[in-house]
């Protein structure tokens, strides 16, 4: 028996998520039918991460298990052929019995596009936040530097959530902008549910001078959920990338 770690990109719009559920299309769903119908059976598999309803994965990791002769680049493209277009597959390799896409994962990357022009575009509906107002992004860019370092970020995470340690460490939080998409990048070892949404529209909050220059860390540090800005959409969320130690 082998432990395959297969790396997909997908197009959340369709789907409630990765997780299967019981009454709403899921990623995890799809992929499954696709692995049933290229090893013949119904395998389990495992992913790296729960991603929102309408969020998208530049990267998403998880595992399978199978006895199947058939090479790495086989599965790559067996899967290919019977994936929905909005799904891929676009690596797999061999990895050890005990890893875990999970557990295993030292750090995960999200980007968070928001679409800074007045007038709405089209072709970016599900793919960035329309966010028509004045933003500066080089101020973002520098109060968003809070973020950095470990915390504990029980004000940054949704009423929904029952994770009981809510310390994580951020790596990376940088705003910067390509023309009117500006790009919201954080990675950290975890996020809570919502985090990420939550800490680009408290960043949207500064913008607007709703949390004034230089409190966003006593916002972080009072754990309090009323002091955070809103929720932003999910569609403007991507998971980017997941790091493991091998890697």
């Not at 029952?162 to 990376?172: A, G, P, Y």
Request: proline content about 2%.
């Amino acid at each position: 028996m082998k432990r395959y770690l297969i790396t997909i990109k997908y197009d959340g719009t369709a789907y409630h998520g990765w997780q299967v559920q019981s009454n709403a299309l899921s990623v995890q769903e799809e992929f499954q039918n696709a692995v049933e119908k290229v090893f013949l059976k119904r395998l389990d598999v495992k992913g790296c991460s729960r991603t929102d309803s309408g969020v998208h994965a530049n990267m998403y990791c998880l595992t399978l298990d199978s006895d199947m002769n058939i090479s790495e680049e086989g599965i790559v493209l067996a899967l290919n052929t019977k994936l929905p277009k909005d799904i891929a597959v676009i690596g797999c390799r061999e990895v050890d019995s005990d890893f875990h896409p999970r557990y295993d994962c030292i750090s995960k990357q999200y980007v968070y596009k928001v679409y800074n022009g007045k007038i709405r575009d089209p072709f970016l509906e599900g793919y960035a936040l329309h966010y028509p107002y004045k933003l500066d992004d080089e101020y973002l860019n520098d109060e968003a530097k809070a973020f950095l370092g470990k915390h504990d970020f029980s004000g940054f995470c949704s009423v929904k959530s029952d994770v009981e340690d809510t310390l994580r460490t951020i790596t990376k939080a940088d705003v910067t902008r390509n023309g009117d998409i500006v790009t919201f990048t954080f990675e950290g070892d975890g996020f809570l549910y919502n985090m990420v949404r939550i800490m680009v529209g408290t960043l949207l909050f500064v913008n607007e001078g709703k949390i004034k220059k230089g409190e966003l860390g006593e916002v972080i540090a009072s754990c309090d959920r009323t002091r955070a800005g809103r929720t932003a959409a999910p569609y403007g969320l991507y998971l980017d990338k997941v790091n493991y130690q091998e890697n």
